[in-house]
């Protein structure tokens, strides 16, 4: 049965001193970190609460990648129970103490700064964003070590989006005020004065067989809108391996600078993996895509760290 495994995209760093590490240094401090439990966050250590552990790091040769994968865990330390009480007909909520991790899976190829995270989130697994922010809290404990993560920095959105199959493009946008940033934009924006329509909604996709492009119609002149700051977009697309990828619309407001706001922060590239439950061709389609999205170009600039 073939199952659709989500992974958050991004670039990281991780130096120790003045030395950025490479597969055999990354694998070497994780093993430093291995099974032992660190605090969350200095009011964390302060309780005395230690509850991020890193399991299983290991080294692994993939293709022509030197490729470092690790389990980072989570323990809440309780969980809350349901009963119910059929006499009262009442519904009971209680907090026991519970020795459960909840754990995702992170796979690094230090060659080019990159890793996929897992962002599967349910009784067992965190999540991407919480499994990255404990990884970088864990190796915090390490002396003199810096570790970071980013995911799109602004003007990225589109070098990632040509590199897709487009399958669906959404869009929120608002009437201009004062000033339309181009012809399209402001014919569409002059359709919406004659009907008094304020904000549009919407999606678009191919038919099948067909590719969409922005071609002097309806999707460049949504995506003339939203770089002024009159609304914003999200996309979902292939990758040249079939794989379903996303990145998600940000909130929209109407009021245009925070729309611009919203588009200055890095956005998240999520593929969703399909697996037939083989670990290792999942690991090796996982690394065939950071190689894909994240190898070294000098057209773009995914692997700058924002400033």
């Known amino acids: ?15 120790i001193g003045d030395d950025s590490l490479d ?5 070497s401090a994780l093993n430093e970190l291995q099974g032992k439990y660190y605090p969350q966050t200095v009011a964390a250590e302060k309780r005395g609460e230690a509850t991020i552990v890193v399991m299983k790091p290991e080294k692994i040769k993939v293709g022509k990648e030197d490729v470092v994968r690790w389990i980072i865990g989570h323990k809440p330390g309780q969980r809350t129970v349901t009963d119910y009480d059929s006499s009262k007909q009442e519904i009971k909520y209680s907090i026991e103490q519970d020795r459960h991790i909840i754990h995702s899976a992170i796979i690094a190829v ?5 890793l996929a995270v897992s962002d599967r989130t349910n009784a067992l697994n965190m999540g991407g964003r919480p499994a990255l922010s404990r990884t ?3 190796i915090q404990k390490i002396e003199d070590s810096s570790f970071d993560f980013w ?34 934009s402001a014919a569409l924006d002059a359709s919406y004065q004659n009907e008094g329509i304020g904000v549009h909604r919407g999606s678009v996709r191919p038919m099948p067989g067909e590719e969409m492009i922005a071609k002097e119609g309806l999707i460049e002149a949504t995506s003339e809108l939203a770089s002024a700051g009159y609304g914003v977009l999200g996309f979902k697309g292939e990758t040249e391996t079939g794989y379903s990828a996303q990145i998600k619309k940000p909130q929209f407001s109407m009021d245009k600078k925070e729309n611009l706001k919203q588009q200055e922060k890095s956005q998240p590239l999520r593929i969703f993996i ?15 895509e ?11 600039n995914t692997n700058k760290k924002p400033t």
């Open 136 to 138: 970088k809290a864990a």
């Open 290 to 300: 950071i190689v894909r999205f994240y190898d070294r170009d000098e057209t773009t």
């Open 274 to 288: 399909e697996s037939e439950g083989n670990s290792d061709e999942d690991l090796t389609s996982i690394v065939g």
């Open 1 to 15: 049965m073939t199952t659709k495994m989500p992974f958050l995209f991004c670039r990281y760093s991780f130096y």
């Open 110 to 114: 230090p060659r080019l700064g990159a």
């Open 151 to 184: 995911f799109l920095n602004p003007g990225d959105v589109q070098l990632i989006v040509d590199k897709l199959e487009l399958k669906e493009y959404s869009f929120t946008v608002r009437r201009i005020n004062p000033t339309p940033p181009g012809v399209l």
């Open 23 to 27: 597969a055999t240094g990354l694998h």
